[in-house]
T-cell receptor
Framework: ELKVEQNPLFLSMQEGKNYTIYCNYS?????LYWYRQDPGKSLESLFV?????AVKQEGRLMASLDTKARLSTLHITAAVHDLSATYFC??????????????FGKGTKLSVIP | GAVVSQHPSRVICKSGTSVKIECRSL??????MFWYRQFPKQSLMLMAT?????????EQGVEKDKFLINHASLTLSTLTVTSAHPEDSSFYIC????????????FGQGTRLTVV
């Protein structure tokens, strides 16, 4: 059974600071996604990481993937209040039942305070 | 990207009634769609994989007779919560893959179900 561990689960950070969210997974996969979820809303796709060493950046967020270590990181640079949300990583892996399935981490609730 | 539309966005129903939620891929065909449930402050849990023209594949612990899934066309999957109870109140989200099995999944807007 694929396990996806995300940490921290809660993160309170001051505006302007940097921080990293970690996503570890337990099986071989070279496809990992990061999503943002605002309260009461569905998922917004942030990054699609498709290979070892992949690095993507959008604004103050940067995601990376190390498939050998089975680790992805989401780095936040100079946080602003608008980044307050819950962030999920999800690992795509073959389910053995004829399809691929996404397995989600528990999510990191980020609160950016002035 | 691709657009997945889910309807309704919110529904309130009485205990014992049934509720149908629709998930449509608007600009692509989806042979496979996925249904998730999310309880407050928790992550998404896969309920079932919906396959066009065949029976859905349910995850362990999900009642097939309670959560009826129909995927009658390449652009529409429906989830019917039968004989709803308050414990079925949750946020239900569908997703669809635009291409083959391991292509990116796109998510609907979600449906907030409240059973009173």
């Amino acid at each position: 059974e694929l396990k996806v561990e995300q940490n921290p689960l809660f993160l309170s950070m001051q505006e302007g600071k940097n921080y990293t969210i970690y996503c570890n997974y337990s099986t071989t996969s070279d496809r990992l996604y990061w999503y943002r979820q605002d309260p009461g809303k569905s998922l917004e796709s942030l990054f699609v990481l498709l290979s070892n060493g992949a690095v993507k950046q959008e604004g103050r967020l940067m995601a990376s993937l190390d498939t050998k270590a089975r680790l992805s990181t989401l780095h936040i640079t100079a946080a602003v209040h608008d980044l307050s949300a819950t962030y999920f990583c999800a690992v795509d892996a073959y389910s053995g039942a004829g399809s691929y399935q996404l397995t989600f981490g528990k999510g990191t609730k980020l609160s950016v305070i002035p | 990207g691709a657009v997945v539309s889910q309807h309704p966005s919110r529904v309130i129903c009485k205990s014992g009634t049934s509720v149908k939620i629709e998930c449509r891929s608007l600009d692509f065909q989806a042979t496979t769609m996925f249904w998730y449930r999310q309880f407050p402050k928790q992550s998404l849990m896969l309920m079932a994989t919906s396959n066009e023209g065949s029976k859905a594949t349910y995850e362990q612990g999900v009642e097939k007779d309670k959560f009826l899934i129909n995927h009658a066309s390449l652009t529409l999957s429906t989830l019917t919560v039968t004989s709803a109870h308050p414990e079925d109140s949750s946020f239900y989200i569908c997703s669809a893959r635009k291409g083959g099995m391991n292509t990116e999944a796109f998510f609907g807007q979600g449906t907030r179900l409240t059973v009173v």
